[in-house]
Every structure is written in C-alpha cells, then in structure tokens.
C-alpha cells in the first residue's frame, strides 16, 4: 500500500503521485453522499455514564477525523479490532491476514448524541458501504466496513439500521456492513493518532479524507465541531 508509508516518509513523493491518485477521488466521487434518514430504532437519551462505540471503514484516519468532529463525541482512537494482541500492529495488519480491521472507538456522551446518530453519521459520510473489502483505493480484508457492537442493544440499533436502509433503497447496491461482537479494540500506534489534524497537507488526506469531513459539516451542521 502506498497509501501510509509513502505519504508519510516521502511528503514529495506523495505530491508527485497527486495526479495518477485523482482516479482515487474519482472512485471515492462516485459513492456521493447524502444525509440519510436516522435510525428508528435507537437508543433513549441517557444522563448515567459515557458509552463506546467501535466501527471500521476504510483507513482509520477519515473516520476518526468525521468522529472527533461530532458534538457529543469525547474522544476519539484509532485501533484495531477482529484480531488478537499478538497481530495488532501496523506491519502486520497491513498483511491483510491477522482479521483485524483499522477501526475506531468513539467515546461519547449519550445525553448529547445517540448511538443511532453515530450510525447515521457514519453511513451517510463516513465510508461507502457497499464495497466488500475495500474504500477509495485502499483493498483488503483490513479495509472491510464493519460494526462491532459493545452489547444486546448496540447489535439491535445496528441490525435494525441496515434493514431500515436496504428496505428504503438507499444505496444503489446490497450493503455488506458486518455486524460483529467487539471482543477487544487495541489502540494504533502514535503515529496514527490524529493523523488528519497532524497532516492536513497528506494527499491522501486532501483526496480521501478531507470530503467525508466538509460533508459532514454540510449534511450535519448542527452535529459538526471544529474538532475536539
């Protein structure tokens, strides 16, 4: 992949390759996103405590980008989730075999923003859902788009979402989010951290990440933070 250690260790390069990477834009392009309906099903305001949330979807980078800019969201940390500690590296899970995905865990306030807005958010900018293993031009199991629910009624939000969308047709084709028990997230490395704020320049960053964020300010005006 080029996508990370090009871009990271080799700013030039990376500016080099801006042009042949616009297919990628294209390709992202063609998903186009909209405000999608909320979940009918969700979960009631609660006052008790902050919630997690985990998803994948593509590079952790964007969709911790879209999440640090949610009102009501703490804090969010790019991880990996599906696989166990001893594979939960950046090396290895850019193999494609460990059944990791790069994810995120969304720290949240429920009295302010609701798991089923979280999913709203994330399926109406944060990735395409459609695509089986891939997002934009990044390919790989470790790429799939995936759900980890925390508990009985994180599962019955999620389920019942996706059957919400696929009976309203919102997508032009079958949506292939997984809908997984989370059974540990392991936090990235520091260098993954905040990546989007910390390299704002990356072409990755302006052709892949930089869209989801403007369409969520778009979409979801009274949703959007400047960033935690």
Known sequence: MIRPRLFRLFPFAGA?????????????????????????????????????????????????AVFERVKGVHQVTAGYSGGT??????????????????????EFDPSRVSYGTLLQVFF??????????????????????????????????????????????????????QVVPLTAFYPAEAYHQHYYDLHPHNPYIVINDAPKVAHLQRLFPELYQASL
Not at 156 to 174: C, E, R
Request: some cysteine.
């Open 124 to 177: 109406s900018v944060a990735l395409n859902p459609t695509e089986l293993n891939r997002q934009g031009p990044d390919r790989g199991t470790q790429y799939r788009s995936v759900i980890f629910y925390g508990n009985d009624e994180q599962k019955k939000i999620a389920t019942g979402y996706i059957a919400q969308l696929t009976a309203a047709h919102a997508f032009a084709a079958p949506i292939v989010t």
């Open 16 to 64: 080099v390759l801006l042009a042949g990477l616009a297919s990628c834009q294209s390709a992202a392009a063609a998903h186009e996103a909209v405000r999608l309906p909320a979940p009918v099903v969700d979960a009631a305001p609660s006052t008790a405590h902050d919630e997690m949330a985990v998803f994948a979807g593509g590079c952790f980078w964007g969709i911790e």
């Open 85 to 106: 500690a001893s594979t939960a590296h950046y090396d290895e899970v850019s193999d494609g075999d460990t059944g990791h995905a790069e994810s995120v865990q969304v």
